[in-house]
């Protein structure tokens, strides 16, 4: 499975963005999909997480209410909206695969991940 992450960039706190995720390599609906992000001097933090057939979705509590995840699996892409953006959402973030259907939230239980993109979120 090869995944391309693009859409990040800076943005002023309460704005929004939309990251996107191109799969391919692989059967798209016969596996979940996560977003992870990973700040500067912290350790990769689990964000969203949809399932093979995005009927249902799982969120960190600190993005919860404010992001967003979906899935075109006639577009092999999943998308994650950022909404009211602050600037501890700065970060990189990477969409990421596990080998099954459904939602994880280790990154550890991730085995295909995207290059990142860099959201900058100022204050």
């Known amino acids: 499975v090869q995944l391309q992450a693009s859409g990040g960039g800076l943005v002023q706190a309460g704005g929004s963005l939309r990251l996107s995720c191109a799969a391919s390599g692989r059967t798209f609906s016969d596996y979940a999909m996560g977003w992870f992000r990973q700040a500067p001097g912290k350790e990769r933090e689990y964000v969203a997480g949809i399932n093979w057939n995005g009927g249902r979705t799982g969120y960190a509590d600190s993005v919860k209410g404010r992001f967003t995840i979906s899935r075109d699996n006639a577009k092999n892409m999943v998308y994650l909206q950022m909404n009211s953006l602050k600037p501890e959402d700065t970060a990189v973030y990477y969409c990421?695969?596990?080998?099954?259907?459904?939602?994880?939230?280790?990154?550890?239980?991730?085995?295909?991940w995207g290059q990142g993109t860099l959201v900058t979120v100022s204050s």
């Open positions: 990421a695969a596990p080998e099954g259907a459904f939602i994880l939230t280790r990154s550890r239980s991730y085995k295909y």
